[in-house]
């Protein structure tokens, strides 16, 4: 069931909503330049990520990329490359495959009709509400975490907002709110009031033009809402992986493949470790497994941590040396003998990141 809004809401909105974001809005890169590439660009890359990471990849990209043909023609590892640390490397992938889609179905312009948007390689619900609204004028309410918490502590909803008959509800109220509003003013100004001022720890309820009628705010604890159920415990995942060196400067790494996670990306080659198995015997089995070399199993280089949405990454790496078996591709897309320098033009994770900067650290001491 979805909520009633409070009595004034759609009065609010114009009175206070709208002229409260024109005078308070950020000036941020995308809001310079509304044409649909460009919010196709900045609301991907905005996804589950905060506005300060993504001004410089967004700078970045656009000097690179300035429309689909220009995305469509990179190769995908310059795509990976600008889009190296962000995370969710899928998203890249699916704006290179969709630029491509683009280019060869639309003439090289992102579509205005929204079965066409639809169409493309990793365009969703939101993605087109944010390009419908945001570049084409078109009455599509975004639903974003942050007006989701705003939209829940409006209503002083109390139900679960990870259930998905709750986010279908909170879709539903925004597009009420939304009403006859010019709507990427509107959306634009509950993200922002979300980001900026209804914030999910502090909400600052002094600075916000819709506490009036806002029932989270009168219930005097506005901090409470939205409710969330815990998530599952987040599982660690072991892994060891490799320095394989064939002479003092070269070394090899491995080329994820295109269906799994980090697809396209560059790695220090290894794997997950097995029940009963030690750091030194995962390694060289993994190697064995997907290059098809035996190695001996020397030094540790760095322990790594990372965490990513559903897993948190326990990493050994270790100095290896090559037994002199050619390496094959069996359990990868690639391989390459290179050297840090090399590595400068090639995508790599977070995690490998870090290995690469250690092992730059421990080469120059």
Request: charged share 20%; aromatic share 8%; net charge neutral.
């Amino acid at each position: 069931m979805t909520p009633r809004l409070p009595p004034q809401s759609q009065t609010l909105v114009e009175q206070k909503l709208l002229p409260w974001f024109v005078e308070n809005a950020r000036d941020l890169p995308w809001r310079r330049n509304r044409n649909p590439y460009a919010v196709w660009i900045s609301e991907t890359m905005l996804q589950q990520t905060r506005v300060d990471t993504v001004i410089p990849y967004f700078n970045r990209w656009m000097e690179a990329f300035p429309d689909c043909q220009a995305l469509a023609g990179a190769e995908q590892g310059q795509v990976l490359k600008l889009w190296e640390g962000l995370g969710y490397y899928a998203r890249a992938r699916n704006l290179h495959a969709a630029a491509q889609q683009v280019v060869e179905n639309f003439d090289g312009i992102l579509p205005s009709d929204p079965f066409a948007l639809l169409s493309l390689k990793g365009i969703g619900p939101y993605t087109l509400a944010a390009i419908m609204s945001l570049a084409f004028n078109q009455s599509y309410a975004v639903l974003d975490g942050n007006v989701e918490r705003v939209l829940a502590r409006f209503c002083a909803m109390g139900e679960d907002i990870r259930k998905p008959q709750v986010k279908k509800g909170l879709q539903t109220m925004a597009t009420r709110l939304l009403g006859a509003h010019p709507p990427g003013m509107f959306n634009e100004a509950m993200m922002e009031l979300g980001a900026t001022v209804c914030t999910p720890g502090v909400p600052q309820c002094g600075k916000c033009p819709l506490s009036p009628a806002c029932r989270g705010f009168k219930t005097g604890s506005p901090a409470d809402f939205p409710y969330k159920s815990k998530k599952k415990p987040i599982p660690t995942v072991k892994v060891g992986a490799a320095v394989v060196w064939k002479d003092a400067r070269t070394f090899l790494i491995a080329q994820r493949k295109q269906n799994e996670m980090l697809g396209g990306l560059w790695e220090f080659p290894g794997g997950k470790v097995e029940a009963g198995e030690s750091m030194a015997e995962c390694i060289a089995r993994e190697l064995e497994e997907e290059l098809g070399i035996q190695v001996v199993v020397g030094d540790e280089l760095i322990k790594v941590r990372h965490s990513y949405t559903h897993f948190h990454l326990r990493m050994n790496v270790h100095h290896c040396q090559w037994q002199g078996d050619s390496p094959q591709i069996i359990d990868c897309a690639d391989f390459r003998w290179v050297t840090l320098e090399d590595c400068r033009a090639l995508p790599f994770s977070r995690a490998d990141l870090k290995v690469l900067d250690e092992l730059t650290r421990t080469r120059t001491d």
